[in-house]
């Protein structure tokens, strides 16, 4: 078995998975509501939160000790002072139970919320849209993960998060929005961004800013500016992928990331499978934000490459990129 420690942003999480088999036997997460009140994620707080849950799921995996035959935790990318949390208390029990170390990716883990219990499908071209990231990739196993487009500013989760501050509304944004999306009318004019470059990338600065400005003007509920807001967010993820399906012909697609769980952009996905004719896949929703059991699936392809580091090697990576893909014209 590995057990998997998961503390890159606001969730801790612990997981227990069986290499060969690849069966969850042990799973749970604590969220941190406490950043409700600050609209977004306070990283001191976040890190303090942490060290104080960690042991208190870890207790409960206890049992499975004996029959572990590594620790994997992840290591980037994400808050520096909250990764480092679930770094130590991996490093601690590698050293105490005296077996082998795994880094996991944080990003290549959502890829494998995929594949919880179940096989790897590839090749598979990858929405990522999460709180920090917002992503097109191509995956051909773990190794093998290129980039095809990123975001030059805000992500799409992100755009949310920051919607919703602005009509004075929860965190996180997403949800929140979405909800208040189906009660309100997509009348709000709203930029659609990029759509004269030729190149395949994102950007959510332009529409966040029209949106302050219509919240300013004081002329549209927020249910209305909630439901133009959604729509013109998930119509840009539209637009750059049908551009990147276009170049690519993906068989398989995949939507992975926090953000994959909302509705409408399923939706949009759904009528693009058909028009593209390739397969759609998402995360069980339980597993579409960030959690424990995607980086311990993630770290049984690893461990079968043994691919281990030793304690003093492992460092905390706030930031990584990927290679890029090439693109043939
Ligand atoms: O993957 P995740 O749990 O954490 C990161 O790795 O960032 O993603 C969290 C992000 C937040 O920005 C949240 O607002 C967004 O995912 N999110 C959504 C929805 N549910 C969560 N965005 C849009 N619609 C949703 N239903
Ligand atoms: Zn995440």
Redesign the pocket.
């Known amino acids: 078995m590995i057990l998997a420690i998961e503390s890159?942003?606001d969730?801790t999480s612990l997981a227990v998975i069986e290499i060969e088999s690849k069966k969850l036997l042990f799973h749970k997460k604590i969220t941190q509501i406490e950043h409700c009140q600050y609209g977004g994620v306070v990283p001191e707080l976040a890190s303090r939160l942490h060290a104080v849950n960690l042991p208190k799921i870890l207790e409960e995996t206890k049992k499975f000790f004996p029959y572990l035959k590594a620790i994997a935790v992840t290591n980037a990318p994400g808050l520096s002072v909250t990764l480092q949390e679930g770094v130590m208390m991996a490093k601690a029990l590698s050293l105490a139970l005296n077996i082998p170390l795994i880094g996991v990716n944080?990003l290549i883990g959502?890829i494998y919320s995929l594949f919880i219990e179940k096989e790897e499908v590839k090749p598979l071209m990858i929405l990522l849209v999460?709180?920090?990231?917002t992503k097109i990739l191509n995956f051909n196993g773990i190794d093998k993960v290129c980039e095809i487009a990123t975001t030059l500013d805000d992500s799409?989760?992100?755009s949310?998060?920051k919607v919703s501050k602005m009509l004075g509304l929860g965190y996180?944004?997403?949800?929140i929005?979405?909800n208040l999306a189906k009660s309100g009318e997509c009348v709000v004019e709203l930029p659609l961004p990029l759509k004269n470059s030729p190149d395949i990338k994102f950007s959510y600065s332009g529409i966040k800013n029209a949106v302050r400005l219509a919240i300013e003007s004081n002329k549209y509920s927020k249910e209305d500016i909630a439901c133009s807001f959604q729509k013109r967010a998930i119509e840009h993820l539209v637009f750059m992928c049908k551009r990147a399906i276009k170049k690519f012909h993906p068989k398989n697609f995949a939507i992975v990331?926090?953000?994959s769980?909302?509705l409408s952009?399923r939706d949009e996905f759904e009528k693009l499978s058909k028009e593209f004719n390739f397969k759609l896949f998402y995360p069980e929703m339980k597993y579409t934000?960030?959690n424990a059991a995607m980086i311990a699936r993630a770290a049984i392809e690893i461990y079968k490459k043994e691919e281990f580091i030793d304690y003093k090697e492992l460092k905390i990576k706030p930031r990584v990129e990927f290679m890029k893909c090439k693109i043939e014209n």
């Open positions: 890159s942003c969730d944080h959502h999460s709180g920090g990231h799409f989760g992100e949310f998060d996180p944004g997403g949800p929005i979405e990331g926090g953000a769980a909302n952009l934000s960030d």
